[in-house]
């Protein structure tokens, strides 16, 4: 069975940073993309960015804040998340995307998904 497990999570200020990974018990190939969405209570689970061989993708709420990077040989992902800003908290999930077809955005592209992480950020 696969799984993801996501950790680096907690509670911060606003401003701060923190990193999350996501450690894969599969091997991780480069045509895989890889990414991380979260869900705020009572919304509906959003994309926040993702990577594939060669290019990186974030939502507009992230751009410039965040940056998301891939270690296949410890078949890592990781989201580094600097000027945190209360309304980044969420559960935040990653995920693997084994059959890449360019929809990086878009949950349903996603084959495997981890357990959730919690981020919050007090003002």
């Known amino acids: 069975q696969v799984q993801l497990v996501e950790s680096g999570g907690g509670l911060v200020q606003a401003g701060d940073s923190l990193r999350l990974s996501c450690t894969a018990s599969?091997?991780?190939?480069?045509?895989?993309?890889m990414g991380w969405f979260r869900q705020a209570p009572g919304k509906k689970r959003d994309f926040v960015a993702a990577i594939n061989w060669s290019d990186t993708y974030y939502a507009d709420s992230v751009k410039g804040r965040f940056t998301i990077f891939r270690d296949n040989a410890k078949r890592t992902v990781c989201l580094q998340m600097n000027s945190l800003k209360p309304e980044d908290r969420a559960v935040f999930f990653c995920?693997?995307?084994?059959?890449?077809?360019?929809?990086?955005?878009?949950?349903?592209?996603?084959?495997?998904w981890g357990q959730g992480t919690q981020v919050t950020v007090s003002s």
């Open positions: 995920a693997v995307d084994t059959d890449y077809k360019g929809r990086y955005n878009y949950n349903g592209e996603y084959d495997y």
């Open positions: 599969i091997s991780i190939y480069n045509n895989y993309a």
